[in-house]
């Protein structure tokens, strides 16, 4: 069983930064292939960006330029860097495992989520 644990949610106005951290439970994070998603109310839960186990890289369009997804292994971590934040970012972002695949753009490719951090942007 995997145990992934978001922090770094917030407020922020626009134009502004937020970096997410989601620490994973487990001995072989860097077989993991991981992701942020988001969930606006009343959407469904979109992929914002992904990264491989093998650290190739995927980003929704809407964030590509202003979002950066990163892992540190040594640490069981990754990492969501968010600059020049819209309101349209306003959400909640889950941190998603797949355990031994390569991942892949929808949620059910993911075996393991974390319970969610808000962001709010504010314009």
């Known amino acids: 069983q995997v145990q992934l644990v978001e922090l770094g949610g917030g407020l922020v106005q626009a134009g502004g930064s937020l970096r997410l951290s989601c620490a994973a439970s487990?001995?072989?994070?860097?077989?993991?292939?991981m992701a942020w998603f988001r969930q606006a109310p009343g959407k469904e839960r979109e992929l914002v960006a992904g990264i491989s186990w093998s650290g190739g890289l995927r980003y929704a369009d809407s964030v590509k330029g202003r979002f950066t997804i990163s892992r540190d292994n040594a640490k069981n971590t990754v990492y969501l860097q968010m600059n020049s934040l819209k309101p349209e970012d306003t959400a909640v972002y889950y941190c998603?495992?797949?355990?031994?695949?390569?991942?892949?753009?929808?949620?059910?490719?993911?075996?393991?989520w974390g319970q969610g951090t808000q962001v709010t942007v504010s314009s």
């Open positions: 487990g001995r072989t994070f860097s077989r993991y292939s």
């Open positions: 998603a495992a797949d355990d031994g695949g390569t991942g892949g753009p929808a949620p059910r490719m993911y075996t393991y």
